[in-house]
């Protein structure tokens, strides 16, 4: 395994339409496991293919109990409810915006060997899996924020709603 470069915005990879994958080989398992180890090194809770320069249809998300969900030729079949709060992304460090979600989202996608599977989550699981499949049509979620907040913006957001950033009870 090996940690890749995160592209980061600007770059016009993160502006193009991901291409589905139809070989599912030990070059994707390596993509993979490579994006899963480039995620934990960076800290996210998210990434998509071409934020480390490969256009093809992959994603991982990691859910509320620290699980790697592999999302391979993604869709999503269905999604209810609203929720609204900060994100931000890898490929725009250290900047967040407020976008509006789908609280609870479904997924059909493949596995690493092609199996299809479906996968439902909420919360900032659900709103993960909309940000990396927005990655796989070449958009980022500034599409869908007014502004990126200043430092002041970003620190009163964290004062009026602590209770999204307190670390889970084990």
Known sequence: MAIRKIVERGDPVLEKVCRPVTDFN????????DMAETLEEAGGVGLAAPQVGILRRVCIVEDSEGEIIEL????????????????????????????TRPYKVRVRAQDRDGAFFEIEDEDITARCFCHEIEHLDGHLYTEHCDHLLSEE?????MEDHPEEFEEPEE
Do not use: F
Not at 26 to 33: K, M, N, Q
Not at 85 to 99: A, D, H, K
Not at 153 to 157: G, S, V
């Open 72 to 99: 391979i030729n993604p869709e999503i079949v269905s999604a209810e409810g609203e929720q609204r709060g900060l994100e931000g992304c890898l490929s725009i460090p250290g900047r967040y915006g407020i976008v």
């Open 26 to 33: 030990a070059r994707l398992h390596t993509l993979l496991d």
């Open 153 to 157: 913006e970003l620190q009163q957001y």
